[in-house]
Nanobody, 119 residues
Framework: QAQLVESGGGLVQAGGSLRLSCAGS????????ANWYRQAPGKQRELVAVITSGGSTNYADSVKGRFTISRDNAKNTVYLKMNSLKPEDTAVYYC?????????????WGQGTQVTVSS
């Protein structure tokens, strides 16, 4: 059974940095496109960053210039480096990816990791 395991969340002061990791485990051949989403209390889940299988990236306007999504294909891991964090970045962050398994691509979600930015 494949799964995506997130780590790296925590409490940080405004202006600080965190790096989230999303590691594929189980019987995985590779990860295709991957996304980071976030959901703040009382708000809808929003797309934060996207990385394609070829490494192209795209970001929500609210994080552009502060967040960087990257991937290590050898480790089946996707990262989200977050700099200059703001209190409004506080949310549960979720990894979502297309996982190649058994010749097919399956959509997986991680369990979420809490990021709290204090002012």
């Amino acid at each position: 059974q494949a799964q995506l395991v997130e780590s790296g969340g925590g409490l940080v002061q405004a202006g600080g940095s965190l790096r989230l990791s999303c590691a594929g485990s189980g019987i995985i051949f590779s990860i295709n496109a991957a996304n980071w989403y976030r959901q703040a209390p009382g708000k809808q889940r929003e797309l934060v960053a996207v990385i394609t299988s070829g490494g192209s990236t795209n970001y929500a306007d609210s994080v552009k210039g502060r967040f960087t999504i990257s991937r290590d294909n050898a480790k089946n891991t996707v990262y989200l480096k977050m700099n200059s964090l703001k209190p409004e970045d506080t949310a549960v962050y979720y990894c979502n990816a297309g996982v190649v398994q058994g010749g097919l691509v399956w959509n997986y979600w991680g369990q979420g990791t809490q990021v709290t930015v204090s002012s």
